[in-house]
């Protein structure tokens, strides 16, 4: 079992940044790669990016590419997502993911955080 908490969430204006943040607890293995999702009111959730923890190895949505930068802390098990440039279009419940490999992460197959609600404000 993992376990998986967010944190940094909140309400910025359009243009502004966010950092959020999700540390991991529980079997190593089954965390070694991690990522984020999010999901809109009325909307699927999508995958935003991913990140192996021994590699360093990134994966991106197109839509955030060169705004969003996903990081990891691999001796606390923890990972990162700076947020800049924030949209009104990137409000959304952010979740944190994780599995054994990228592959399953981006495939939206392993462990999940609650949510942290991002809100940017036009």
């Known amino acids: 079992q993992v376990q998986l908490v967010e944190s940094g969430g909140g309400l910025v204006q359009a243009g502004g940044s966010l950092r959020l943040t999700c540390a991991a607890s529980g079997r190593t293995f089954s965390s070694e790669a991690m990522g984020w999702f999010r999901q809109a009111p009325g909307k699927e959730r999508e995958f935003v990016a991913a990140i192996v923890q021994s590699s360093g190895l990134t994966s991106y949505a197109d839509s955030v590419k060169g705004r969003f930068t996903i990081s990891r802390d691999s001796a606390k098990k923890t990972v990162y997502l700076q947020m800049n440039s924030l949209k009104p279009e990137d409000t959304a419940v952010y979740y944190c993911?994780?599995?054994?490999?990228?592959?399953?992460?981006?495939?939206?197959?392993?462990?999940w955080g609650q949510g942290t609600q991002v809100t940017v404000s036009s």
């Open positions: 993911a994780a599995d054994r490999n990228i592959d399953r992460v981006t495939a939206a197959l392993g462990y």
